[in-house]
């Protein structure tokens, strides 16, 4: 997966309870890389078949040079270890936490833990304010595009196939095989859903989601997430958020209404600062529209 990802870019490792979590991180020119103290900034891709931390490629680079950036792929994605299991989202609470208590301390020397500054998207992006809520030490604001549980206010936002089908053995390995593991199916699941524009999906993005897609046992952590194993109710969480957080949303999200979405955020407006509706844009904002999501950022981080 690192040819994915920017010149100078390489990959770390940190262990988990559930096997390595894979990392990118500046470490060479053109970076100029920042003390081992500075800010911590935790880039978070999304689920679905293929994802990755490639998602945030063409946004984090912008803040290599002054942010301890790092964009790892989640267990169960891109690079990082794939155990056979029924992933649940305690797995991911579990995993992220331990994350981020191991790679945000600073240098050796000092070893001074710095919260961080987390940008995740979808339900990523509900996981991440959901552990925010559990450990608010560990975070100093959020920043997320299209965040949801897939459940919440009781509506099932993501399920588009019925739980029987998806549940019977063997068919579900097939579902996986047929939907994320051949290019034609992967750019027409990018164009179709993911993104508000279907030109701007490039042989490369396509390339990156089958890459991930196709390693091995990676349809564990895809089809957990398709059959909903991982939803929950955001809403039952986000009462009580104590990080300054801002979202961003592409109005051309599927499965994921906007409208719902501010419904959501409306009930912490203390916390959920901001709330930025864009047009012309889906859940892949990072992918679609980087220009944005850097500009975006940028603000959110002053």
Not at 86 to 103: A, H, Q
Not at 111 to 116: E, G, I, L, M, N
Not at 197 to 222: F, I, T
């Amino acid at each position: 997966m690192l040819q994915f990802h920017p010149p100078g870019i390489g990959q770390q490792i940190i262990e988990t309870s559930l096997g390595e979590m894979v990392y990118y991180v500046p470490v060479g020119a053109p970076w100029v890389l920042p003390s081992p103290d500075a800010q911590p900034l935790i880039f978070l891709h999304n689920f679905g078949g293929g994802a990755s931390a490639y998602e945030w490629s063409k946004v984090y680079p912008a803040f290599a040079d002054t942010y301890k950036v790092m964009a790892p792929d989640l267990i169960g994605w891109g690079k990082s270890a794939h155990p056979v299991r029924d992933y649940r989202v305690e797995d991911y609470l579990m995993t992220l936490t331990e994350f981020l208590e191991k790679s945000c301390g600073g240098d050796r020397a000092t070893k001074v833990f710095r919260p961080a500054i987390v940008v995740a998207s979808s339900l990523t992006g509900a996981i991440a304010l959901r552990l925010a809520v559990q450990r608010p030490d560990l975070f100093k604001s959020l920043f997320l595009v299209c965040p949801s549980g897939f459940a919440d206010l009781g509506q099932d936002a993501g399920r588009r196939l019925p739980l029987q089908v998806i549940g019977l053995p063997l068919l579900d390995q097939l579902i996986y095989s047929l939907g994320a593991m051949n290019e034609v199916a992967v750019r027409s699941f990018l164009e179709r859903f993911l993104f508000a524009d279907p030109n701007r999906v490039s042989p490369e993005m396509v390339a990156a989601y089958l890459e991930s897609a196709k390693q091995p046992n990676a349809q564990y952590a895809a089809l957990a997430f398709l059959r909903g194993d991982l939803y929950f109710d955001l809403a039952t969480y986000v009462p009580q958020l104590t990080t300054p957080t801002t979202i961003l949303w592409g109005k051309n999200a599927q499965f994921i209404n906007a409208d719902l979405g501010q419904r959501v955020a409306s009930l912490n407006p203390t916390y959920i600062q901001a709330f930025v509706t864009l047009p012309n844009a889906g859940v892949l904002l990072p992918l679609e529209q980087p220009a944005i999501a850097i500009g975006l950022l940028e603000h959110h981080l002053i």
